[in-house]
Nanobody, 115 residues
């Protein structure tokens, strides 16, 4: 079974920081592309950041310079370090893992940024 479990969400003041973690159960983690997506109420799910097995990264324009994605292949964990948070960052954040065969999703963790 493939399992992705997010943690680290919560309530933070605007301008603050938060770190999200996602742990995966699969043994082929080191060969996968990992990503973070988010979905705000009434909005479509959108890409936040991705990191490949070769450590190539890509970010949404709205978070560039504020968020950093990283991975630990030994721990089978991907992280999203968020700083300078804005109220518009409020959303449920989802972890994803993409293989040549399928994309898997976690259950999501709520991030709320107050003004």
């Amino acid at each position: 079974q493939v399992q992705l479990v997010e943690s680290g969400g919560g309530l933070v003041q605007a301008g603050g920081s938060l770190r999200l973690s996602c742990s995966a159960s699969v043994t082929i983690f080191r060969g996968t592309d990992m990503g973070w997506y988010r979905q705000a109420p009434g909005k479509q799910r959108e890409l936040v950041a991705v990191i490949s097995s070769a450590l190539t990264t890509n970010y949404a324009d709205s978070v560039k310079g504020r968020f950093t994605i990283s991975r630990d292949d030994v721990a089978r964990t991907v992280y999203l370090q968020m700083s300078s948070l804005k109220p518009e960052d409020t959303a449920v954040y989802y972890c994803s893992m993409t293989t040549p065969f399928h994309t898997y999703w976690g259950q999501g963790t709520q991030v709320t940024v107050s003004s």
